[in-house]
Nanobody, 124 residues
Framework: QLQLVESGGGLVQPGGSLRLSCAAS????????IGWFRQAPGKEREGVSC????????NYADSVKGRFTISRDNAKTTVYLQMNSLEPEDTAVYYC?????????????????WGQGTQVTVSS
């Protein structure tokens, strides 16, 4: 099973930007779709965005469309989530995970690999 590692979280002011990275240890990410999820305190985990294995298909939650961009660099076996115009409502722990499909929605299963998460806090 893949071991995924997220990085890039932190504290940012409203309107600011962060770029999250999801990398795999030991194995390449090149052959799997990857998704980003987030979970805020007291809330259920929600899908944020996902990208197909070749990068040709992406999907976004309505709440982040136009602000977040997912991309991947298979040469570096890394998937990125560029987050712009951040809002306090984006505060959450962000996780990356392997996906079964990205259309019509980002879909993980109980067999998906998950990272440990990275905290994103948007606050003035």
């Amino acid at each position: 099973q893949l071991q995924l590692v997220e990085s890039g979280g932190g504290l940012v002011q409203p309107g600011g930007s962060l770029r999250l990275s999801c990398a795999a240890s030991r194995f390449t990410l090149s052959y799997t779709a990857i998704g980003w999820f987030r979970q805020a305190p007291g809330k259920e985990r929600e899908g944020v965005s996902c990208i197909s294995s070749n990068g040709g298909s992406t999907n976004y939650a309505d709440s982040v469309k136009g602000r977040f961009t997912i991309s991947r660099d298979n040469a570096k076996t890394t998937v990125y989530l560029q987050m712009n115009s951040l809002e306090p409502e984006d505060t959450a722990v962000y996780y990356c995970a392997t996906m079964v499909t990205v259309q019509p929605m980002c879909t993980a299963t109980r067999l998906s690999s998950w990272g440990q998460g990275t905290q994103v806090t948007v606050s003035s």
